[in-house]
Structures are given as structure tokens and as C-alpha cells.
């Protein structure tokens, strides 16, 4: 696939396939909801089986596929590849929502294009941040169709929980062809909400061999989610085994409206979420609840004027957590006209970072390295 459509989509069709989806959810609309939910109820026989992780088909991107048809390998124009690091991680990397049809609740097995477009769109201008420290596994899953997060209903639920069961499988299969060594966990929005139930599920797995996990673009609790997964916050940029989460907003930031759907449900741990306990951790300093002027900021994914390549723009973008969330300041690039009402950067959580996201990644892995 060509760049320039590469970045036409993922500049303009991030905010449908996510961050469209994420806002209906937050802020309503009967008209959009109908339009939205898809079709019909739950059925898990049209679901159908499966996906089966051994084959190569079933991933959007893993180590032995060739390096053209790996969306995870791009990097933008004038970036060097980074020296493969003496203990090289293995990298797993669940992409957002990518299924914008309404036929059924979940994605079928056998995507159709224009959802496996995306999906390697989506692959490409995220999970590429962790090339530069070890080798990415996206797996395909049949994700929840975006209705299922419009609703609270039983299909929602089952949706949801086929889309986890996928990634679960595939996670199993990834630890079956790394079974030692450093692993680093990531997503954003649907991936990271799967994610974050990976790492509650699969803690005993991950003992000892986690370097970080990055669950970008969904809210995380510090008591009520992070005490199921066996982790703590990254409080410092040098720590290893540790979460990072934030949610992007520019000023004047209103998050009420990302803050009243989630604060009042119940956590992982069992409790109920608070505004108090929402995690934030600047990805460029790489501290808990910390903040950075522009000048640190060492890459923001940004278009050529032509959108027929990607740069990095460096020292424009700042950061500081403000009550859970991340407030972007600076001299913000024309990323694309896409923000989400309240000043919501979700669509943009990787882009304004994918310099810092790179840069973190590798003083964990240094961290994990000498333990």
C-alpha cells in the first residue's frame, strides 16, 4: 500500500473507525444510536469459530512475515532503524477498532478490504513506535463492532467478551513462540480495553518478564482495575514491569464527558472507579502524573504537506496530567481537523507521542535488562 494513502486514511478514517465511535458513545444522539448498533442480536453461531493464531493469515503483523508486507516495520521519512538491542523484546500490539459495518456484532474471521485496510493502517502508524526494540505481533480478532460500546446490553457484552476470547488465544500463542525473554504490551481504545483484561487474565504468565504495558486511549483505576493485574503505575521513566495510560486533550479541555461514563462502573478489582483513581502517565517524561515542556518532546507523527509521507516534527508538543487525563499544550502541529468535542485528542493519542512512545520504550527495556 502506497504512503500517501497510508496517510490520507490514518489521518481521517482513525477518527471514524475510533474516535467517531468513542464519541457517540459519550455523548448520545437516538438517530446516531440506531444508526450504529448493529443489526440484530447476538448470535454466537454466525460468529462462527475461532481464529487459529498458528497460521500467519490470522496476524496483521508478527516477526516472520516479509518486511514489505509488515505494516508494524514502517518508519516515517529521515528515521534511521534503531540497532537491535542486546535483549530484544517481544512486542504485542492490539489495534483499535478497525469494523465499521453493522451486519453483525463482531467482525467475521475472513475481514473484508476494507476493514483489513485499516486494520493495517491502524498497525502501522501505532505499533510501529516499538519496532525500534523488538519484534511486533498484531493479531486480527473479530473485534466488537463499534455499537457494542453504544450499549449496555447482553449483546454488547457477549461481543465484547468474543472480541477478548480472540485476543486472549492469540496472546496464548504469542507466549507459546516467545516462551522467555522481555515482552511489551500495548494498545489503543478497543485494544487497550481488551488489554487491560490481558493483563488481569494473564498476570502469572507475565511475572517477571514484563517490560511495560501501554493501554493508551482508555481509562485505567489505579485501585479498582491495577490491583486484578499484579502491576503498578509507572511512576518513573527508569521503571520496568509497570502501566502507562493517559487520554489526550488539548485546552480548553473539557473531560466530563470521557469522566461521567466511566467513573461510577466497576473496576477489575471490584470496586468502584473514581475520578481520584484514574491513571495518567506523561509518555514523555514517563512519569506518573508528570508533565513536560515542548522542548522534551522528541517526535510527533505529523504529514508531509503533500500527504504523501510522514515526518517526525520534534520540541513542539507539551504534556501534563491534570486529574487523570493529559492536557497537550505547546505549538500543536496540523495534525487533521478530527478532534473530538471537549478538545478530545483521542485520535491522536499515539501520533502527538510516537517520538516519546519509541524513547520509553527503550529506557524500560534497558531498566527490565539489568534485573
Not at 47 to 71: E, H, I, K, Q
Not at 352 to 369: K, M, N, P, Q, V
Request: net charge neutral.
Amino acid at each position: 500500500m502506497c504512503a500517501r494513502r497510508f496517510l490520507i486514511f490514518v489521518f481521517f478514517l482513525i477518527l471514524l473507525v475510533v474516535g467517531g465511535a468513542f464519541a457517540i458513545y459519550q455523548w448520545g444522539g437516538n438517530v446516531l444510536l440506531t444508526q450504529a448498533t448493529p443489526k440484530g442480536h447476538f448470535e454466537a453461531k454466525a460468529a462462527g469459530a475461532g481464529p487459529d493464531y498458528s497460521l500467519p493469515a490470522n496476524w496483521a503483523a508478527r516477526p516472520d512475515m516479509a518486511v514489505d508486507s509488515d505494516p508494524s516495520r514502517w518508519l516515517p521519512d529521515a528515521f534511521a532503524a534503531a540497532t537491535p538491542t542486546e535483549n530484544k523484546a517481544a512486542v504485542f500490539f492490539i489495534h483499535p477498532t478497525t469494523y465499521l459495518q453493522r451486519d453483525h456484532w463482531n467482525a467475521p474471521v475472513a475481514i473484508d478490504g476494507d476493514t483489513e485496510m485499516r486494520t493495517q493502517l491502524f498497525v502501522r502508524s501505532q505499533a510501529s513506535a516499538f519496532n525500534g526494540v523488538g519484534n511486533v505481533w498484531a493479531p486480527r480478532y473479530r473485534q466488537a463492532a463499534y455499537g457494542a460500546f453504544l450499549l449496555k446490553s447482553e449483546d454488547a457484552n457477549k461481543a465484547l467478551d468474543l472480541a477478548y476470547g480472540d485476543v486472549r488465544s492469540a496472546f496464548d500463542e504469542f507466549l507459546a513462540a516467545n516462551p522467555s525473554g522481555p515482552v511489551i504490551l500495548a494498545g489503543h481504545s478497543q485494544g487497550s480495553l481488551h488489554l487491560l483484561r490481558l493483563l488481569s487474565g494473564r498476570k502469572d504468565q507475565l511475572k517477571n518478564r514484563l517490560v511495560a504495558a501501554y493501554v493508551v486511549g482508555w481509562p485505567v483505576g489505579i485501585h479498582s482495575d491495577l490491583p486484578a493485574t499484579g502491576l503498578s503505575p509507572c511512576a518513573q521513566p527508569e521503571q520496568a514491569g509497570c502501566i502507562l495510560s493517559w487520554q489526550s486533550f488539548g485546552e480548553p479541555a473539557n473531560t466530563s464527558l470521557v469522566a461521567d461514563s466511566w467513573v461510577g462502573t466497576r473496576g477489575l478489582a471490584g470496586i468502584k472507579r473514581q475520578q481520584a483513581d484514574m491513571l495518567c502517565v506523561d509518555p514523555v517524561s514517563g512519569r506518573q502524573n508528570g508533565r513536560s515542556q515542548p522542548g522534551e518532546n522528541p517526535g510527533t507523527l505529523l504529514p508531509t504537506a503533500d500527504l504523501s509521507s510522514a515526518t517526525l516534527t520534534t520540541g513542539q508538543v507539551g504534556s501534563r496530567c491534570d486529574n487523570g487525563f493529559l492536557t497537550v499544550d505547546g505549538t500543536i502541529p496540523p495534525l487533521g481537523p478530527f478532534v473530538l468535542p471537549g478538545n478530545n485528542y483521542h485520535v491522536y493519542d499515539y501520533a502527538l507521542f510516537w517520538g516519546a512512545i519509541r524513547r520509553d520504550a527503550e529506557r524500560r527495556l534497558a531498566a527490565w535488562s539489568k534485573h
